[in-house]
């Protein structure tokens, strides 16, 4: 079920995990509640709408609640904005963070309890889930790509991408050389 996220340069990433919850500043959104509801709410809301920009703002807002609600369901992780975990962490440090950083920290917490996590588990592929004007959305394409590029092992003649991925500690895993 898990998979070692990234398996490239671990010794580095070591280093870098340890120093990265000590450096990165961060802080919770508040927490998502009656997601049902509100996601209700948004769908008749729909029905009224009375100009496309008012409908493409609705799409967004019911796109973002749909994800929301899936990964509190799940108990998943994934990137909803930059910087910012379906969980509520934001890092806050502009400009040095990286969806690695967000899936080396420790300060995950569960999307229900709001109890940190110490081992947090996290969504794969998202594909298009959020809003995009005529492609996908900016969001959805980076974690996709961090996927891609970390997560997932190449066996040659095609790529295995795990539905659910967690971060190992890589002085307890084996590693494949």
Not at 80 to 104: P, Q
Not at 105 to 113: A, D, L
Request: hydrophobic share 35%.
């Amino acid at each position: 079920m898990g998979q070692q996220c990234p398996n490239r340069s671990s010794e580095s990433l070591k280093k870098g995990a340890l120093l990265m919850s000590k450096t990165i500043s961060y802080h919770y959104l508040p927490p998502e509640t009656n997601l049902r509801a509100r996601l209700r709410a948004t769908i008749e809301e729909h029905k009224q709408a009375a100009s496309v920009v008012v409908h493409w703002g609705i799409q967004s807002r019911q796109d973002k609640l749909e994800a929301l609600l899936a990964d509190q369901e799940a108990n998943l992780h994934s990137l909803m904005f930059d910087n910012t975990c379906s969980c509520g962490l934001v890092l806050t440090d502009e400009g040095m963070t990286t969806i690695l950083d967000i899936a080396l920290s420790k300060h995950h917490r569960n999307h229900k309890t709001l109890e940190l996590e110490t081992n947090p588990r996290f969504r794969g592929l998202v594909g298009r889930r959020l809003f995009g004007m005529g492609r996908r959305n900016r969001t959805d394409e980076n974690w996709d790509k961090f996927v891609l590029s970390y997560v997932s092992r190449d066996f040659g003649d095609g790529l295995a991408v795990p539905e659910i991925w967690t971060v190992q500690d890589s002085t307890n895993a084996t590693q494949d050389n």
